[in-house]
């Protein structure tokens, strides 16, 4: 019993002796105060002075670059789009404007045609009319003689048979007016 | 506590009676600056306009810690922003590095943090100064207050102004400490209840690793953000 307290208590003071030796907080030992002081007012002065001057500048220029790039690259874009925008509307002006004259060429040269047309119809009308006039001048000429000749031939005719049949003449000129009565009555219907 | 002492590097220096020996402290500060200067060479060497991992890491980097200048202090607070970022960024270097095992870190003492928070204090106080003149003591008296309690708060003022370096110092401070501490504690346990009972101080170990690293980015960003609040005090006045 006595042997294990003494133990314990051996240990208590060697681990209290542990501690003591620990026992105040380094930081607040002020031996090495002035030196980290000195040496953290080194070491960042010079880390300052390198971003400052050196790092930094170059991350901004390069973050600029890019929004540059990306702002110059968006303008050429929509400069771009502009440009066809405007292409689009000058080939569909040049479309409208080709559709309006090819169906004005198109109504001219139809209005042409058709007057042409419309003239050269009208001459072979002419034309084909006065043959017509012309050759029935000539049918009703035609029947006239026909009907003269047939008048002619038929006096003949009756005063041959008359004479076979009679054996004398008969008057010239009533044989003519009853050949002439009869060719009227019968011919109407001919002419 | 072991962790935290300081020791001697090489020979020691010693300008008029003041020792400013290289010290590890020193040295995990020059490792830490040489690393961000690393990072930054590295990430700055090509400037491509489709960035590749490192470049865009510094550029996120960089928007980042622009964004919260702008937030917080607005457009004059541009001419700062090199000593901002260079504050945000050695302050997260040297608490991650401060993760590293066998690792010192920097921020975990009281000087580092309480010099960077003087001088903040100090620079503030003098862009305040030269930008508003003695207008700039009006910080000290809000407006809108009853003629009764203006005497009262414009003493609750000034002593929280007064106090804004120790807060600042003392919050980095505590807080790389604390958490360094309660790691070593847990590893103690670890080792203390060995192979059966170790695991779950273990287990805790790692989650307080994980714990640790936000804290560590967390603060530096407070510290940083902070710092653009007090630079928005002194640029703009409100009051």
Redesign the interface.
Known sequence: MMRNLSLILVQMLYLSDLFAA?AG?????P???????????L??S???I???K???P??????E??EN?IKEDLDEANNLKNISEKKLKDYENIMTNATREVTKILLESKNILNKEIQVKKSAMEKEIESEISKAQREIINLKKESINSINSISEKIAADIIEKITGDKLNESSIKATAEEISKKNLVKYL | ??Q???H?IGPE?KIAG??????N??LF??IS?SL??LF??L??KQ?K?I?DKL?LI??ML??FVAKMISDTAGSKAKPY???I??LF??VLICNMVGMLPYAFT?T?????TL??AIFIFIAVTVIGFIKHGFKYLSIFVPSGVPAVLLPLITIIEIISYLSRPVSLSVRL?ANM?AGHTMLKVFGGFVISLGLLGGWLPLSFSVALTGLEILVAFLQAYVFAILTCIYLNDALNLHH
Request: a positive charge; charged letters at 15%; glycine letters at 0%.
């Open positions: 620990e907080m380094p930081q607040l030992d031996k090495y105060w002035a030196s980290q002081a000195f040496w953290l007012i070491v960042f010079i880390l300052y390198s971003i400052s050196f790092y930094l170059k991350i901004k220029k390069n973050l670059d890019r790039k | 506590m072991q935290f002492t300081v001697k220096i003041i020792d400013l020996s290289f010290t402290a020193s500060m020059v600056a961000i200067c930054l060479f990430s700055t400037k306009i960035p470049q510094s550029e960089y928007s922003f090199p000593f970022f260079s960024v050695f920097v975990s003492h009281i000087i580092v010099i960077m401070f400490m």
